[in-house]
């Protein structure tokens, strides 16, 4: 077994040149590993860029350290992106099962928890079956925090709609799972248009749990640091049972994300996470044209390089964040434009110069 050794910024920045790859900036290069780390910043994103060898990783010709940070950013932002996403999807679903549980079973603890009111579908893992997920529901009953706690004291009972608010995106997908045909028709039309999908309320059942198990998946990705930009559910979609097509004619990868996404009626979901998209590829982009293809083919999305960046009249600086420190009275103008016209990169937010 190899040993592993730590190494400096700066060791790993002589290694980095030893396989050829070329330094634009030594001082940003070797504060970016420090901040970073070598695993999460090159290791996670080299690999579209180097070959074997001689049983040795080199980059290939011209790739920069810019070239590898730019990839790792727009991941890191998309990971961000994903996370704020999927915790505002995750709000909207525990409140629309909260009101169809609430209306349907009541609002005690001892009513809606009741076993016989779900299907008890089978789980390979315990805690995801429907005796660990009402254990999990029932021992979050007993927190001291609130605003559970609160309820508890107050009211002496925890209504739906709170206790949801304090269980995982999980517990969640795999309770809803559990429900009965009759509530997840209610919640499928909560969260569908199905004259607008054009499929059937069993096909809007299917459809909407493999969203959810999507949804789960990506957040879990997400939150451990994991990346985005080339990731892979392992989850199924089930497109010939929902839609009737063959599954290698859909998407797959973030592009089956944002598909899943927009189907629902709920859009902000959606729209965010596409804008994120959107902007950082045409950033990326823009400074490493080369990437296009790559990116267009592992995010399976068309590319359309549209790079914005600000400038006002009180510089020569043109930035990518509109509110950067001192800007004022920004204008929007794409960037082959500004730098056409003599503008120099903010230094403050333009990270790749």
Known sequence: MDEIIYTTPSEQLQKLKEQHLIIEDEAFATKALANFGYSNLIKSYREPYMFISDDKKIYRSGITFNRIYSL????????????????DLEEYVKEAAANIISNDFGTHPEDYLKFRNYANKRKRKDRFSLAGVLKTMNNTLNTDKNPIHHYQETHGIVPPWILFKSVYFSTITNFIDQFKTAQKNKLVHKLYDLSDLKISEDAARLLMMDTLFTCQEYRNTAAHGGRIYNYNVHCTLHTEKIWGLDS??????????????????????????QTILTDEVNRHCSHFPEDVT????????????????????????????????GLANAREVLFEEAEKDGYLPCKRCCLYN
């Open 294 to 325: 790559y990116l267009a083919q592992i995010l399976n999305v068309d590319i359309e390089r549209h790079h914005v960046v600000y400038i006002s009249g009180r510089s020569k600086k043109y930035h990518n964040d509109p509110h950067c420190s």
């Open 72 to 87: 790792y950013f727009l991941d890191k932002t998309l990971r961000n992106a994903v996370m704020a996403t999927m915790l």
């Open 248 to 273: 290698n004619n859909t998407k797959s990868g973030f592009s089956q994300l944002l598909f899943l996404l927009d189907l629902l009626k709920y859009r902000k979901p959606y729209k965010y996470l």
